[in-house]
Each structure stands twice: as structure tokens, then as C-alpha cells.
């Protein structure tokens, strides 16, 4: 898969503005431009038969206006930063996102490695991950990038930077499905991580430039980290986090799951937890990845004579914090509530019954932990420690 360069002319060139006229259709969305270039088979075509379609009583006309913006800003950045693309129903696009029901019309990218490899394991997570769930990301990414499998991932800060950063120098790199647009990569304090993937990994987006990182776009980009991956792995998250919705998307595909166990009473491992439950494959090495992949790993590969795994080439990862009760200048009275919220989020009444409290009292303690960074109030009256 080599995309379309810069240079490039004729028919490619000539689709890509015809996509980008589609985009600048009013209402249509990305959802109706992949129905039209897959019924028509090209976006040149789909133009055409535009004067044919009414849905609604609504005729579907390019804002002629959006499009010449669309226009320069996206061939202003191909030929800036080598960005290449790859539209629905032509040669060059993925044929692993047609396993997805609703493909992406396109897609952009640029960097070193190769887009779209064969061999691909997808590694999600929270964005306040606990020291393990961070060291276990780093360990998997690490070692399996090292056996030549390209880990994929979200670019987003906690357990996604701990892959990618760890992925990034082995053999088989790394991967960043963009929430954003090609040339606004999010969060800002991973703009140095989103530099070196541009060099020597890779980033793709399902946006037109200039898309921002809008909270809806994230769990779109999910769908892609599924498709891109033979295998998803799950390190922390709740259950209703964005990395269960990657993981009921690679279900719903075929793709194998796999999830890194935790503590049962930790709201991070309730997602992991879940999947393992429901069927998924209990990670906890890389080993497992290999062989639900179907891998054969020779000894010495990518672990040390004593059959230790090799922890050396890991990225920085935070030592495990010492216990809250011991960073914070806490008050006798204060630490049955912290222990309460150890093993979870709790309901006011809940605190309030199990420990024994009139309300007002428990109100001033929830106070005083909250304006100490210690407690964090809930919708719902409930409670729960703050990540730290």
C-alpha cells in the first residue's frame, strides 16, 4: 500500500476533488459519503448522480464555497507534509476496513512505517491508568513490536502513550488512529510523541484536515483501531470506557480479544474484567498474544537467556505511587472515608450508612478530602477517589 504522493496527477487527483466536493454537502456526513462512493464506486461518479437524489425533499448540492477551503487546505498540507490518502472504492484503500459496516470514506496519512501492515495487534486503554496497567501497556507494545507485529493504537495520553512510545524504536513500529484531522493532533502534551510518529511511525486519520478533536470522533477512530488490528487487547478501562467500545467494535468484527486482568474492587479493571468474563483471552504476556495470533516466537527472540522478559529497552514508567494515606496530610477522622473509596466509587447514603455518620458530618469530611485533591464528587451525590 503505497497511497497517492504529491505528485501524482490525473484520475486520483481529480476523485480527490470530488470527494472533497462531497464533504462540503450540507448534512451529508461521513456516513452518507461511504453509502454514496459505495453504491456509485467513485466519488466522480457519485457527484454526477447527485441531480438524481432528493432525499427528504432535499436535493444534495456541494457548498461550492466550503469546498474550495476543503480544497486548499488539504492539497496545501499534501504537498507541505507528504500526506497521502486513500478513498473508498479505489485500488489503494485498506481492505481491512471493509470488514467495518460503515467504512470510512477515506482516509489520510503520513510518517515512516508502513500504513497498513498485514500483521497488526491493537493495544487500548484508559487515560489514568494504575502503574501496572501503564507497565503492562509499555511491556505488551514493546515486545511485540520486537517480534515485527505493528502495535496500533490511539495517540491519547495514559495507556495509548504507553504503547506507542514503547513501540515506537522495535521492529515492527507503531500506528496512531487520529480523533482529529491529520494536522491536529491531540492532546497537545503529546505533540513531541505525534512528531517522532510522523518520522518514524505512522499516523492516520478518517477527518479531512482541519477536523478538531471533537469528543464524537473519538469513538469513530475506535472502529478504525479495530479494523486495522488482527487482535485487540484491552490493559484497563471501564465499562463504558472509549477502549470497550474499540473492543465491542473488533468483536463485532471478528477480531480476537484479549484483556489484561486487574483487581476485581478496581473500576479500572471492570472492562478487562468483562471481556475476560464474556469470553475473551486472559493476557497477561505477550506469549498470549503471539499465540492467539498464531505466532511462533523462536526462544531468545525477544527475551533474555534467563527467560526473564526484557524489561531494559521499556520506556520510563512511573514506580507505583505510595498509598494515598501517605501523600496526603489527612485527619484521623478522614481516613475511614478514604478506605471506604478504596474499592470504588460509593453513593452518599452508602457512605453515610457505612461508616456511621450523621449527614452533616460526612458532608464537612467529603469537603475537606475534596478541596485536599484527595475525593472527587460524582454525578448522582456519589464519590470516588481522585486518580493521582
Wanted: aromatic share 4%.
Amino acid at each position: 500500500m503505497t497511497g497517492v504522493s504529491p505528485a501524482d496527477q490525473g484520475s486520483a487527483t481529480r476523485e480527490l476533488e470530488a470527494l472533497l466536493r462531497l464533504c462540503s454537502i450540507p448534512g451529508l456526513g461521513l456516513t452518507g459519503i461511504s453509502r454514496l462512493l459505495r453504491q456509485y464506486r467513485s466519488a466522480e461518479a457519485a457527484l454526477e448522480a447527485l441531480p438524481s437524489l432528493n432525499p427528504g425533499g432535499h436535493p444534495l448540492k456541494p457548498d461550492e464555497s466550503r469546498a474550495a477551503a476543503h480544497r486548499q487546505r488539504t492539497f496545501e498540507l499534501i504537498e507541505k507534509d507528504r500526506v497521502f490518502w486513500a478513498i473508498l472504492g479505489q485500488k489503494d484503500y485498506p481492505s481491512a476496513l471493509l470488514d467495518l459496516p460503515n467504512p470510512p470514506p477515506f482516509v489520510f496519512w503520513k510518517g515512516g512505517g508502513a500504513p497498513f501492515p498485514v500483521k497488526a495487534v491493537g493495544i487500548v486503554g484508559t487515560r489514568k491508568p494504575s502503574a501496572y496497567g501503564l507497565r503492562m501497556a509499555a511491556l505488551l507494545a514493546n515486545e511485540c513490536a520486537k517480534v515485527n507485529l505493528r502495535v496500533v493504537s490511539g495517540g491519547a495520553s495514559g495507556v495509548d502513550t504507553a504503547v506507542h512510545r514503547n513501540a515506537l524504536d522495535a521492529p515492527g513500529g507503531t500506528t496512531c488512529i487520529l480523533g482529529s484531522g491529520i494536522d491536529k493532533t491531540y492532546p497537545p502534551a503529546n505533540q513531541d510523541l505525534f512528531r517522532q510518529l510522523a518520522a518514524t511511525g505512522c499516523l492516520i486519520s478518517p477527518f479531512l484536515p482541519g477536523t478538531p478533536p471533537l469528543p464524537g470522533n473519538f469513538p469513530y477512530r475506535n472502529n478504525l483501531i479495530a479494523a486495522l488490528s488482527q487482535a485487540v487487547v484491552v490493559v484497563e478501562g471501564g465499562v463504558d470506557s472509549g477502549a470497550m467500545i474499540t473492543a465491542r467494535r473488533a468483536d463485532a468484527i471478528g477480531r480476537p480479544l484479549l484483556a489484561v486482568p486487574g483487581r476485581a474492587a478496581d473500576p479500572m479493571a471492570a472492562g478487562p474484567l468483562s471481556l475476560i468474563r464474556d469470553g475473551a483471552i486472559c493476557c497477561i504476556s505477550p506469549e498470549d498474544i503471539w499465540a492467539c495470533l498464531g505466532m511462533t516466537v523462536q526462544s531468545g527472540e525477544n527475551h533474555r537467556a534467563d527467560g526473564q522478559l526484557n524489561l531494559a529497552v521499556l520506556q520510563p514508567v512511573p514506580p507505583p505511587s505510595p498509598p494515598l494515606t501517605e501523600r496526603l496530610d489527612l485527619e484521623p477522622e478522614e481516613l475511614p472515608v478514604i478506605q471506604r473509596l478504596e474499592g470504588g466509587p460509593q453513593f452518599f447514603d452508602e457512605l453515610l450508612s457505612a461508616l456511621k455518620l450523621d449527614s452533616p458530618a460526612l458532608s464537612g469530611l467529603l469537603l475537606a478530602l475534596e478541596l485536599k485533591g484527595a475525593v472527587n464528587k460524582l454525578p448522582g451525590n456519589r464519590y470516588e477517589l481522585a486518580a493521582r
